[in-house]
């Protein structure tokens, strides 16, 4: 049998007996996407379980729990578990909680992050992850889809992994709609932008400095090009990591209910979430956080180029 009819299958399946005695993941898929079942997210963590939730974060990349009632506080706390809470992104943040950012698409704001993407990942130091509870949910759709740059990767064929290794990416915000958002801003606003947030260069492959794992880590919203081939060569090498990203060995979508809770890896899963329920309302609460001895680069994007405040007639469709 061809080597490359297995490929999309894992080498080895995690251990979970063995590694997991406070906690219990059941995967989705093979090593992706966990449900973690047995943890009270209302009760203070023990080390134990604080250590095996990151651990699972790191096998699973994206982790699910059950619907619960959180405070603000306790939101902060789950996020706290797997790095530094950051000063949130770029959306609009609660009052009371300036950490936790409220996205809300109703009849009046279209969901538009419907494209395949890694937050913020024009910047040097993209986030580590998400924390998002999912207060109020449309009857039916509204899903989101995460997909695993590891297992992306480790299904190509060894020369292409070779290839990819030694190639560089530049990423930058201007290629998706938040240019039109910030543009929507005013002229001043994406002036700044322009100035503030210069193209970065990230690896076409970034080995995760906590898990080790290697991870396609080019995504169809933010990545401009590859460095240093012909325009041509980085166009259609794009295109290909690009697409097959999208299979669905590598994908997988949750369905929400109201108050449930999701956790994602941003260096190696990218997510979509489906717009397919307007004019249904659906609340998201987010909390992002850095990696683990790293400081955030930025406090918040909109402020940090005087968009904060202002309110915009197009979505944020990023
Ligand atoms: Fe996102």
Known sequence: MSDYKKAKSVEQLIPIEERYRHIRPRPQLPNFAAHIDGVDLTRPFSDAVRAELYQALLDFEVLFFAPQELTPEQHLELAAVFGPVAQGAYFPRKDSHPQIEVLATDADH???????????????????????????????????????????????????????????????????????????????????????????VHPVVLKHPESGKELLFVNETFTRQINGVSALESREILRLLTSWVKQPEFIYTHKWQANGIAVWDNRSTQHYALADYWPQRRLNHRVTFNARGRAGEIDNTLAAVGGLGVTSKVAYGY
């Open 110 to 200: 279209p969901a538009s992050v419907d494209h395949w993407h890694s937050d913020l990942s024009w910047l040097e130091n993209p986030p580590a992850g998400t924390v998002i509870q999912l207060t109020e949910v449309p009857e039916v759709g509204g899903d989101t889809a995460w997909a695993s740059m590891s297992k992306a990767f480790a299904a190509l064929s060894p020369g292409l992994r070779d290839y990819l290794r030694g190639l560089d990416a530049t990423h930058t915000w201007e290629t998706s709609q938040w240019r039109n958002y910030l543009a929507n801003l005013g002229e001043e606003v994406l002036i700044n932008s322009i100035r503030q947030f210069k193209p970065v």
